[in-house]
């Protein structure tokens, strides 16, 4: 059973502060890893991916990667009010690569 | 426009009643998947196609049925819906390499 897990929410940052969102995946074949925000009745939008293990950085989004540890993590900085959703994690897994998602944490950034 | 479609946005209907839901994408993506989103367990994925009449299971397919006959098109067909099937779905595509696109969703109420 390939399981990802994320921190369980809510999370409350103030406006301005970093929000750190971390995900456990199960699956040590995954080779790639995305990270989704979804706001309340809509559909997941793409934030960032990453494929290799390290950080990588767009914007006021950092993710981070370690494969040896089985993590992965998204650093928001300069939190904004609109950056309140709830944000899911998704490695890759078997051959077709599909997605499997975490539970996501929702994340409220107060003003 | 670039974009994942699904209709209807909103369905309620009866315990019994067959339904088909449709998602159509215009981005020439061959693979396509099923998702539905309940509280608290986040998305889990239902059928999948890899490319035209190429379909597969996935978490949780008890109760659908999908098909694939044109690159465009994977409608999900529910044919004796039920009460525990009433959730948020979402129609999804990307090409083989990994970036999924959703669709806006489709609310599903089963009485």
């Known amino acids: 059973q390939k399981e990802v897990e994320q921190n369980s929410g809510p999370l409350s940052v103030p406006e301005g502060a970093i929000a750190s969102l971390n995900c456990t995946y199960s699956?040590?074949?995954?080779?790639?890893f995305f990270w989704y925000r979804q706001y309340s009745g809509k559909s997941p939008e793409l934030i960032m991916f990453?494929?290799?293990?390290g950080d990588k950085e767009d914007g006021r989004f950092t993710a981070q990667l370690n494969k040896a540890s089985q993590y992965v993590s998204l650093l928001i900085r300069d939190s904004q009010p609109s950056d309140s959703a709830t944000y899911l994690c998704a490695p890759t897994s078997g051959s077709a690569r599909q997605l499997t998602f975490g539970s996501g944490t929702q994340l409220t950034v107060l003003p | 426009e670039a974009q994942v479609t699904q209709n209807p946005r909103y369905l309620i209907t009866v315990t019994g009643k067959k339904l088909t839901v449709t998602c159509s994408q215009n981005?020439?993506?061959?693979?396509m998947s099923w998702y539905r989103q309940d509280p608290g367990l986040g998305l889990r994925q239902i059928y999948y196609s890899m490319n035209v009449e190429v379909t597969d299971k996935g978490d949780v397919p008890e109760g659908y049925k999908v098909s694939r006959k044109e690159k465009r098109n994977f409608p999900l067909i529910l044919e004796s819906p039920s009460p525990n099937q009433t959730s948020l779905y979402f129609c999804a595509s990307r090409r083989t390499t990994d970036t999924q696109y959703f669709g806006p969703g489709t609310r599903l109420t089963v009485l």
């Open positions: 699956d040590r074949g995954s080779q790639s």
């Open positions: 990453i494929y290799s293990n």
């Open positions: 981005m020439n993506h061959e693979y």
